[in-house]
């Protein structure tokens, strides 16, 4: 069965710090991977998304994500955070089919 | 473009009530999705819909548990009677027949059953 491992249950970050937050997937098919965020009282928004192609895929707002196959995982980087990013993040894969598998989300604390 | 509505924001009920949840697609959007996230655990996919029709509820807990999507629009989901452990945020999603890969959430329902 699909299941989505996220890493670390929270991560607390300086602001302007570099944060990376962690996702692995097992899947024996190929999956498309997404990103969402939800921030405080909001619904989740896709961040980015893996379909095909170029394996670094990119966000409007700077975080990027790089899908490594054989390590099965798609970890979510930010070189410098900002204190608007604090937010809770969800890595997930579809593989296939319409369902998503979620992970269990991981809580970002930017610091001043 | 309205994204994906979901009413009410929040709803306190007791055991054994009945609670009636709705979501509101993007207009045009045939795919409709229910998921759940139960005590900060990960987000868990219910059922999907193709404009009036169950295409897969391989995720419904129990069968206190009623979706419906009444002429393909709008979808409601019915817990009756609710039991503690229903508790848990319920989202909605969509997506359009052309680029089913994109789910676009709603910002989900806050059920508390006490």
């Known amino acids: 069965a699909q299941s989505v491992t996220q890493l670390d249950s929270q991560v607390p970050v300086f602001e302007e710090a570099p944060v990376e937050l962690r996702c692995n997937y097992s899947s024996s098919v190929s999956v498309y991977l997404f990103w969402y965020v939800q921030y405080p009282n909001q619904g989740l928004q896709l961040l980015l998304k893996?379909?095909?192609?170029?394996?670094l895929v990119e966000s409007i707002n700077g975080f990027e994500a790089e899908f490594n196959k054989s390590q099965t995982s798609f970890h979510l980087r930010k070189p410098s955070v900002h204190i608007s990013d604090t937010a809770e993040y969800f890595c997930?894969?579809?593989?296939?089919?319409?369902?998503?598998?979620f992970g269990a989300g991981t809580r970002l604390f930017v610091k001043a | 473009e309205a994204g994906v509505t979901q009413f009410p924001s929040h709803s306190v009920i007791e055991k054994g009530q009945t609670v009636t949840l709705r979501c509101d697609p993007i207009?045009?959007?045939?795919?409709l999705y229910w998921y759940r996230r139960v005590m900060g655990k990960e987000i868990k996919f219910l059922l999907h819909f193709v404009k009036e029709s169950k295409q897969d509820e391989s995720g419904m807990p129990n069968n206190r548990f009623l979706a419906e999507r009444t002429g393909g629009t709008y979808s409601t989901l019915k817990v009756q009677p609710a039991e503690l452990e229903d508790s848990g945020v319920y989202f909605c999603?969509?997506?359009?027949?052309?680029?089913?890969?994109?789910?676009?959430f709603g910002p989900g329902t806050r059920l508390t059953v006490l």
């Open positions: 999603a969509s997506s359009p027949v052309s680029s089913y890969n994109e789910q676009f």
């Open positions: 893996y379909l095909s192609g170029s394996t």
């Open positions: 207009s045009g959007h045939d795919n």
């Open positions: 997930a894969v579809k593989p296939g089919g319409f369902k998503t598998i």
